[in-house]
């Protein structure tokens, strides 16, 4: 196997982490191999671009047999996590923040939610799905405290221009942004913007579409 290359593209990064959810899911029916077609087929992609995404983090296989999942699964998570946990905060504890809360904390991951922010005097100092949730106004001691990395925006979109420079001056290094309002960060902290309302009309808009071509 070659060593890994100084950058791979955001892309493969997405593939990876669910080519690891699919090899997961498979070694828990106890399939032990699994061919580069059939998890491109599961993907709905090519084998081609399957086995490229592999060879660009250095991955190979007896082709013969077809991958090994659990030899596949330790050498993504050596790729995918960091040697120790992260440490990941929300900040918005409405219904939106509290879901995620629920569902991440329960995937077993090297990423792990410890604490939530919100203003909220009903949520504030209660424990949300056995999370701690804090004032904003203690934002940035939390985060030392805790030796929080990442954070997670899922407040109301109209508050999420001003978390930016909490954000900034508590010394994050990544941003999930889930409200409609793109958040910009210098340089140094990674931020993704993820719409979910822009999301749902281009999935609407590709539905259109097909649904237009398939009456004429």
């Known amino acids: 196997?070659?060593?890994?290359?100084?950058?791979?593209?955001?892309?493969?990064?997405?593939?990876?982490?669910?080519?690891?959810?699919t090899l997961l899911a498979s070694h828990k029916q106890g399939i032990t191999h699994i061919f580069s077609h059939v998890l491109a087929g599961i993907h709905g992609i090519t084998a081609v671009q399957v086995?490229?995404?592999?060879?660009?983090?250095?991955?190979?296989?007896d082709t013969k047999k077809g991958y090994d999942v659990q030899v596949l699964i330790d050498y993504i998570s050596r790729i995918l996590d960091s040697p120790s946990s992260m440490n990941i905060a929300v900040i918005g504890m409405g219904h939106l923040g509290q879901a995620i809360t629920k569902y991440f904390n329960g995937k077993g991951l090297k990423l792990k939610i410890t604490a939530a922010f919100d203003v909220d005097p009903e949520k504030v100092g209660k424990q949300i799905d056995g999370i701690p949730c804090y004032h904003m106004d203690?934002?940035?001691?939390?985060?030392e405290d805790k030796e929080i990395s990442i954070v997670i925006v899922s407040s109301p979109t109209k508050v999420a221009p001003t978390l930016v420079l909490p954000i900034i001056n508590a010394g994050i290094k990544g941003v999930l942004n889930f409200t409609s309002t793109p958040l910009n960060f210098p340089q140094g902290i990674i931020v993704e913007n993820y719409d979910i309302t822009t999301l749902l009309e281009k999935v609407a808009y590709f539905v259109k579409e097909s649904e237009e071509n398939s009456n004429t």
Request: glycine residues 2%.
């Open 1 to 21: 196997m070659a060593t890994l290359p100084n950058s791979i593209p955001e892309k493969t990064i997405e593939r990876l982490s669910e080519y690891r959810r």
């Open 51 to 61: 086995r490229r995404d592999l060879m660009l983090i250095g991955f190979s296989s």
């Open 138 to 143: 203690n934002f940035e001691q939390i985060v």
